[in-house]
């Protein structure tokens, strides 16, 4: 329970010129029971407080504000209500290291020794673990030491930044520092998207400007998700994200860095390839409806890009390839380093998926050498060595991977293992169905 709310009512009680007393009686809450909490003796309850926020008649931020200092779950649950969210608590650690383990609610129960429903209760912040169940699920989740403290800490997470922590230029150092980690950091994302997450939350209650950046960091932990193939954890973000642009809109258009769009992108390649039923005319029409919204020459390059690839799923292949050559187009205007080549790489891959391998090799071929950054020559060695395959040329597609493999574990890359992995297997079963003469 925070102290702040204590705090908080003195401080709305002195702006409007009222006693204790009168307070009192308008709210019709003791007069020592106000005292307490302005010692930060004793704490209200949610009646009580809606009566005092009532009596003086408080904003909406106002009473946001107050909801978000109580810290209790009836007041996340009315918090929840007036906003169409809550803050993150310790519950969305505890369950994105759940999933980052691919463990199911039921198997971790199993471990644990309890019923699905208690632990579904722990990450929804409805209730929280002892200290001794905390240090069994950290063993069973392989917890960093980071995330042992944290979740110590109680149902609500520790604050691990200044107050001050609102402003856009600090918001995108630290944002910059969680999309492209050092290798001290790279493990702990999940904790860090969610501490940085909650800090701003809780800004955001008291300074509405603080929302846009809240916008930012959701928009890149569902881009960081989905890139880790944690899907339903991306569609969660992406959802979080939409609905503060829709909330924030025009302002958030405005920002001199439109990172929201992430989400989009994210939305519309869930709809469109990673969903349970793929639907990409859906996720064309997503990725279209927002385009006139990509102000950035590159984020306009990417959005068209991923046009170009849903349209070539539908086949569509004169489109989806005009698109793609004019995503390479944008981005070779725009002024973010090795935007080309990602939009290269895209290209390619259309190609690749129209069936057309030596054509989207010709073009990598040609290009890669120009590439600036680790992570498109990763990515374009994957899609080289996914269009040898197709050729069945394996030795040249084990060759690519090998170069792959070796450039993302060199930079940190490890969001591409999955592809490498994926590829590997998949180059083993078709060798091992091949006659023993072509082998």
């Avoid at 409806?289 to 086949?315: F, K, N, V």
């Avoid at 374009?380 to 090998?402: G, T």
């Amino acid at each position: 329970m925070s102290l702040e709310i204590g705090k908080m009512v003195n401080k709305l009680r002195s702006e409007r010129g009222l006693s204790l007393r009168g307070l009192a009686q308008l709210s019709g809450v003791g007069k020592s029971s106000l005292s307490r909490w302005e010692a930060g003796s004793s704490f209200p309850g949610i009646p009580e407080i809606e009566a005092v926020l009532n009596a003086m008649q408080v904003s909406e931020d106002e009473r946001k504000t107050a909801l978000g200092q109580l810290q209790a779950p009836r007041a996340l649950e009315r918090l929840q209500a007036l906003t169409g969210d809550r803050p993150p608590l310790s519950g969305d650690l505890l369950k994105a290291m759940r999933l980052r383990s691919r463990l199911t609610q039921t198997e971790v129960a199993s471990r644990l020794g309890i019923t699905q429903g208690m632990l579904a209760k722990w990450e929804i912040g409805g209730d929280w673990p002892s200290e001794e169940r905390i240090h069994s699920l950290c063993y069973i989740l392989r917890a960093r030491e980071e995330e042992l403290i944290a979740l110590l800490h109680g149902r609500f997470l520790p604050s691990a930044f200044d107050d001050s922590l609102w402003e856009w230029d600090k918001i995108f150092d630290i944002s910059q520092e969680l999309m492209h980690p050092s290798a001290e950091t790279s493990t702990l994302r999940d904790l860090k998207f969610i501490s940085l997450e909650s800090h701003i939350w809780q800004q955001s209650l008291r300074y509405p400007p603080a929302r846009y950046f809240l916008t930012r960091i959701y928009a890149l932990h569902a881009r960081f998700l989905h890139e880790s193939g944690r899907l339903s954890e991306a569609h969660r973000y992406s959802e979080k994200t939409l609905l503060l642009v829709k909330q924030g809109t025009p302002a958030l258009v405005q920002l001199p860095d439109p990172v929201w769009l992430d989400a989009v992108m994210v939305r519309a390649r869930l709809e469109g390839c990673d969903g349970a039923r793929p639907d990409p005319s859906r996720a064309a029409k997503i990725l279209i409806q927002w385009l006139p919204e990509a102000c950035r020459l590159e984020y306009r390059a990417w959005m068209l890009s991923d046009i170009a690839m849903m349209l070539s799923h539908t086949g569509d292949s004169a489109c989806a390839v005009e698109l793609s050559s004019k995503a390479i187009e944008y981005a070779a205007r725009g002024r973010w380093a090795g935007e080309v080549g990602f939009r290269t790489c895209d290209h390619a891959r259309v190609l690749l998926g129209l069936g057309r391998p030596g054509k989207a090799l010709k073009v990598l071929t040609a290009k890669i050498g120009e590439f600036e950054m680790p992570a498109t020559v990763v990515s374009a060695l994957i899609i080289m060595a996914q269009a040898f395959v197709e050729l069945n040329q394996h030795m040249d597609a084990r060759e690519c991977l090998h170069m792959a493999h070796t450039k993302s574990d060199g930079n940190l890359l490890t969001i591409y293992k999955p592809q490498i992995d994926m590829l590997q297997v998949r180059m083993g079963r078709e060798t091992d169905s091949e006659p023993s003469g072509l082998k």
